[in-house]
């Protein structure tokens, strides 16, 4: 039997492949986006009261009330934007599910969707998924900021989404007010929705701030954004995220939602709304990663390696261009097999495999764990 594949040019993810090879080559992981460190203690006893209270039936399709009315409220404390909590926010299996339902309501067959590239990889997928057009807009090359001139004439009149990332991954830049301004201007007027991953929407540094588009009432009138628990609260694998669309956008996006995973796990949703109460839990989150970030600099100022500070997520970025021309791809498993760290190569973030000779690292890691990866990186020079 054969089957004609929906993706006849995705294979596994680089993510899983490198992760793989640090398992096996005993290397220390800073290449797949996962903190190296558990949740706090409390959330997890939360976890356990509410196993052991009973609620471990199927919550509703859009999320438990208590829970979407903390995230509705927590959205109001940081962005002065307070959603309805029973028509504009749904509790989804994770970012991913809600990026994908998000982008499965959008698009229809030969509609364009514009990524940003260097690009997380499921955008491109979903939007093929769903029969859409991936249009691939690079960022600019010096400091990965939008090229708006660039997506200005990448529009066309089959443009019917864009999708946006900030904090971005893998380059952690951070949009700025003029981002939003350009986003807006380049929406209005034009039937084009977006799809905004604001996973990261609270590790930036150096003072800068997330600008969310919940925060802007133009923008917000036509945008899906998604977001974390899991990537917020260090619980990746409980796969829990969320999406705020105003209410006619929610209500598409539902009937997708619910065909895909219809709830998510119960007894954790208690837990969330319980520790989201507390806004210390989310605003301690920048401070705590800005410390990891510093320290991963430092050791990599005694490499060779160029880099530009991340603004934000938990990735840091290097460029070794100029100390040779090997593929990134070949050096990040190099690096994985000889001096026994892991990372990714930034090319497979581009569609076409572009490679600019970057590797990506994710310092969301114990100190110790940092200081033994770059005490390792201090041998790059022997590989090379």
């Known amino acids: 039997m054969n089957i004609r594949s929906k993706l006849p040019n995705t294979g596994t993810t680089i993510f899983t492949i490198m992760s793989q090879m640090a398992k096996d080559e ?22 356990s009261k509410y196993l052991k209270k009973g609620v471990n039936q199927y919550a509703p399709m859009s999320g438990i009330e208590q829970l979407r009315v903390s995230l509705a409220e927590k959205t109001a404390h940081c962005y002065g934007y307070l959603p309805d909590f029973q028509h504009e926010i ?27 590239e ?11 998924l769903n029969g ?33 990332n900030s904090p971005h991954n893998p380059t952690g830049y951070v949009w700025t007010a003029e981002d939003l301004k ?52 260090h619980v990746t694998g409980w796969k829990v995220g969320y999406c705020i669309a105003p209410e006619a956008l929610s209500k598409e996006f539902r009937k997708v939602h619910q ?7 119960t007894p954790i949703q208690y837990a969330l709304a319980e520790y989201l109460a507390n806004p210390i839990h989310y605003e301690s ?43 990134d791809q070949k050096l990040a498993e190099r690096m994985c097999k000889k001096l026994k760290v892991a990372c990714i190569p930034v090319s497979s973030f581009y569609h076409d495999g572009r490679d600019n000779q970057i590797l990506r690292f994710c310092f969301a890691k ?7 990866a770059l005490n390792r990186l201090h041998r790059l020079g022997e590989i090379l």
């Open 182 to 233: 350009q986003l807006a201007e380049l929406i209005r007027e034009r039937n084009i929705f977006i799809v905004s991953d604001e996973v990261y929407e609270h590790i930036t540094f150096d003072g800068r701030q997330h600008l969310s588009l919940l925060s802007t009432e133009e923008l917000r009138q036509k945008t899906f954004v998604c977001g974390s628990f899991g990537k917020t609260f």
């Open 90 to 116: 749904t509790i989804t299996s994770g970012a991913t599910e809600a990026l994908y339902a998000a982008i499965s309501t959008v698009l229809r067959s030969g509609d364009e969707a514009l990524i940003l």
């Open 132 to 164: 859409g057009i991936p249009i691939h807009i690079p960022l600019k090359e010096k400091d990965f900021s939008v090229d708006w001139d660039r997506v200005r004439s990448s529009v066309s009149f089959k443009t019917k989404l864009m999708i946006i």
């Open 118 to 128: 260097p690009a997380y990889d499921s955008y491109e997928a979903a939007v093929i």
């Open 285 to 327: 989150l920048a401070s705590f990663y800005e410390s990891k970030r510093n320290l991963f600099l430092e050791g990599i100022k005694q490499t060779d390696l160029k880099f530009s500070a991340t603004q934000g997520s938990f990735f840091q970025t290097v460029s070794y261009g100029h100390l040779s021309e090997i593929g």
């Open 259 to 265: 065909f895909i995973t219809f709830s998510t796990v």
């Open 366 to 372: 114990q100190e110790a764990e940092l200081e033994e």
């Open 26 to 47: 005993g290397a220390i992981n800073l290449s797949q986006g996962f903190p190296g460190f558990d949740a706090d203690p409390q959330l997890l006893d939360l976890v």
